[in-house]
Nanobody, 126 residues
Framework: QVQLVESGGGSVQAGDSLRISCATS????????MGWFRQAPGKEREFVSA????????YYSDSVKGRFTISRENAKNMAYLQMDSLKPEDTAVYYC???????????????????WGKGTPVTVSS
């Protein structure tokens, strides 16, 4: 089992930056791809970003590309999502995900990810 705990969410103004973190425990971190999904009120959960286990491949949704940066720190069993130029439409609960076998286009599908955190809320006001 892999446990994921998100932190760092909060309320910010449009244009601000925020970094959310994901702490992992339970299994060796390095073989797992890591990612972030989000769910806004009344909307379906959507893919935000993912990074391969080796850290050499990163994916972003079109809505956050150029503003968000995903990273991982294997020595600390941590993953991060740096969010810059935040917009009100970024308001959502952000979920950290992990999986050992996800790859390619499967990164974008929520059902492909085995482990999920409980989420951290991000609110962006205009």
């Amino acid at each position: 089992q892999v446990q994921l705990v998100e932190s760092g969410g909060g309320s910010v103004q449009a244009g601000d930056s925020l970094r959310i973190s994901c702490a992992t425990s339970g299994r060796t971190f390095s073989p797992y791809a890591m990612g972030w999904f989000r769910q806004a009120p009344g909307k379906e959960r959507e893919f935000v970003s993912a990074v391969a286990a080796a850290g050499n491949v990163r994916y972003y949704s079109d809505s956050v590309k150029g503003r968000f940066t995903i990273s991982r720190e294997n020595a600390k069993n941590m993953a991060y999502l740096q969010m810059d130029s935040l917009k009100p439409e970024d308001t959502a609960v952000y979920y950290c995900v992990a999986d050992r076998s996800v790859d390619g286009l499967r990164y974008f599908r929520s059902r492909e990810w085995e482990y999920w955190g409980k989420g951290t809320p991000v609110t962006v006001s205009s």
